[in-house]
């Protein structure tokens, strides 16, 4: 589906008025007003898409009760009308979900997850790479979270011994659906917290210790306790380079990356036997296991596929080649195999920024994980200029193979802000070759004379255009991983949704489109809902009235910038944003407009909440 497809081959997008709409008479409802009473919420002659991937309509929306009462192409009644949307020239769209997230902790001190809202995102989905706080006690999760997602521990700590009222997932379902939620929030059960409450810690990264039987039936009983409570299902964790914060057991790897294919069949029979879905994230160095996770999504027609969706669909830069495979394993195994699994992908540029070495892709690498294992600055600086650090560091930046996350290309790193003035502007190798060094020694020298007042910046991944395009359409590819909640000062990705349809809507404009807008939508929307079983990502009569007003001409190269806002709720800490408000005129929650231009309704997220945990629809 790389190439333009039907609905989308020369395609104008559908700015404004002057744009030619279909007759669409089954997408419009008749105004009822007359017979419900006047409506809560219009929204006025915007272009709306319905999620479903149909074309768009230019319509009116009536909200009552908190649903959308009426899709109507004539104009609605707004006498009485509580609130009125002048949303024309612009699209009306359903609220977007994103399913990969890690706002665990954020979601207990800022309920409203702001960041995420004002981009139009109106359902989120937390628990994801085997991590979640619905068993472990909250020194346990602290660890589990702190040092693989780069958010501060005793932030993480403070948030769950303040807030933590539960002791299993009836309980935890409870505490959120108590909060002011500002988004809808979904829930997986991650493997790590699981494992760490059956085993303790401690147990759970020994490396060869394998769970009794009695521990393996418990956790499959805890397992089933959460899909009872609503949760979507499980999610694990393969990839060997996520590590324990904290001192007791520090860089250790998570709890599920120590299980043994055993341990995850026995979990994966309880989720095929629910219909619940499995995420997880194989180990990139070894294909295999991600054949293995494909294999298990496999029913073969004598048995229910295991929904599965896997990290991740990316354009690589240290492994070009690998691209393609991702998709084209994910169609085969559903077409020949009768699984349903997806790889998950960010439709945009992979961009990180570092602190030093302050990095998660260096977890990967013996010499930079070595770095990282060590908290205390004094004792870091000194072992980074340790000559025999420095030969290994060396090592590991000359070895290609396997092929790693980050691209091991210092010449391909921009120092953006550094005390060493002469230094910013320049990447790391323009410098060391001004100086007549190594690109490793200079790194190292400006990283052991700074710390993380170096700041620099580079693209891992998602660096071809055409390529970029080719993932962003592969129906064996959903639209995810913006990780968002964590990795604070290493990127921004709230705002995918809006860097997808800034790349549809300026493909379609340079004449060269892969995607139609309404197709972009449906990615964003109702593709993923309908996938994760979540009642979200429809705007059609009867639905939740979660929906964005989106003004294309805000599209624009703002949408591709970052920002630095300070987190107050994690002690101010500068976190990267994005800043869009020109794009996204409004967002509605249950039929509430709890968003304009970046500016919040009063109370959003403290007295004031439109947000509700979602249970899924099972398979």
């Not at 998602?462 to 995810?480: C, K, M, Y």
Request: charged residues 20%.
């Amino acid at each position: 589906m790389g190439a333009a497809t039907p609905d989308s081959a020369g395609a104008a997008p559908p700015d404004s008025a002057d744009a030619v709409l279909p007759d669409r008479a089954d997408a419009v409802t008749p105004d009822r007003a007359g017979a419900d009473g006047p409506y809560d919420l219009v929204v006025r002659g915007g272009l709306v898409f319905d999620g479903t991937g149909a074309p768009p309509v230019r319509a009116d929306v009536g909200v009552r009760d908190g649903r959308v009462a009426a899709v109507s192409a004539t104009p609605l009644p707004v006498g009485g009308a509580g609130e009125v949307l002048d949303a024309a020239g612009s699209w009306v769209v359903p609220g977007f979900v994103d399913v990969h997230t890690h706002y665990d902790a954020e979601v207990l001190l800022s309920p409203g997850l702001p960041e995420s809202v004002r981009h139009g995102v109106t359902t989120v989905v937390m628990g994801n790479c085997s991590l979640s706080t619905v068993y472990s006690d909250p020194v346990d999760c602290a660890d589990l979270f702190s040092r693989v997602e780069a958010v501060p521990r005793s932030h993480v700590l403070d948030a769950l011994r303040r807030h933590r009222t539960w002791s299993g997932p009836a309980g935890y379902v409870a505490a959120l659906s108590a909060l002011p939620l500002g988004p809808h929030v979904a829930a997986l059960l991650g493997h790590s917290d699981l494992r760490a409450h059956v085993l303790g810690l401690g147990r759970a990264v020994r490396p060869g210790l394998r769970p009794t039987g009695a521990e393996l039936r418990r956790m499959e009983s805890l397992l089933g306790g959460a899909l009872d409570a609503g949760l979507l299902g499980l999610s694990t964790m393969t990839s060997p380079f996520s590590r324990l914060g904290g001192d007791r057991y520090r860089s250790a790897r998570l709890p599920s990356t120590y299980a043994s294919w055993r341990e995850y069949r026995r979990l994966h029979r309880v989720l095929r036997d629910r219909g619940a879905v499995l995420q997880s994230a194989p180990n990139a160095a070894m294909p295999l296991n991600a054949v293995l996770f494909l294999l298990s999504s496999c029913g073969f027609g004598v048995r229910r596929p295991l929904a599965t969706t896997l990290l991740t669909a990316l354009d690589p830069k240290s492994a070009p080649a690998f691209a393609a495979l991702p998709g084209r394993a994910a169609r085969l195994a559903n077409r020949y195999g009768r699984a349903d699994v997806r790889w998950q992908h960010l439709p945009l540029p992979f961009e990180v920024y570092a602190d030093g070495i302050d990095l998660v892709i260096f977890e990967e690498f013996g010499a930079t994980a070595a770095a990282l294992h060590l908290r205390d600055e004094v004792q870091r600086r000194r072992l980074l200029r340790d000559p025999h650090y420095r030969s290994w560091f060396r090592r590991d930046y000359r070895r290609r193979f396997p092929p790693k996350g980050w691209h091991r290309d210092l010449h391909d790193a921009l120092i953006v802000a550094c005390p060493d003035g002469a230094a910013v502007g320049a990447t790391f190798g323009e410098l060391a070759d001004r100086r007549g060094a190594h690109p490793v020694d200079t790194f190292l020298d400006l990283v052991a004379a700074h710390g993380a007042k170096v700041r620099w910046r580079t693209t891992i991944a998602n660096h071809r255009p055409a390529v970029l395009d080719r993932l962003s359409a592969d129906p064996g590819i959903q639209i995810g991983f913006a990780d968002s909640g964590a990795h604070l000062r290493n990127m921004a990705f709230y705002n995918f949704p809006l860097r997808l349809l800034k790349r549809v809507r300026d493909a379609q404009r340079a004449g060269r489109p892969f995607m139609s807008v309404q197709r972009a939508v449906h990615r964003l929307t109702g593709e993923l809902a309908d996938w994760f079983g979540l009642p979200a990502g429809r705007l059609r009569p009867g639905d939740r009235a979660d929906l964005a007003v989106i003004h294309p001409p805000g599209l624009d190269d703002a949408v591709e910038a970052y920002a630095e806002a300070p987190m107050e709720v994690f002690g101010g800490l500068s976190r990267m944003v994005n800043r869009n408000d020109a794009a996204v005129a409004a967002v509605c929650v249950a039929g509430a407009v709890v968003c304009r231009r970046g500016t919040f309704a009063p109370g959003y997220g403290v007295t004031a909440g439109r947000g509700r945990f979602l249970a899924p629809r099972r398979r």
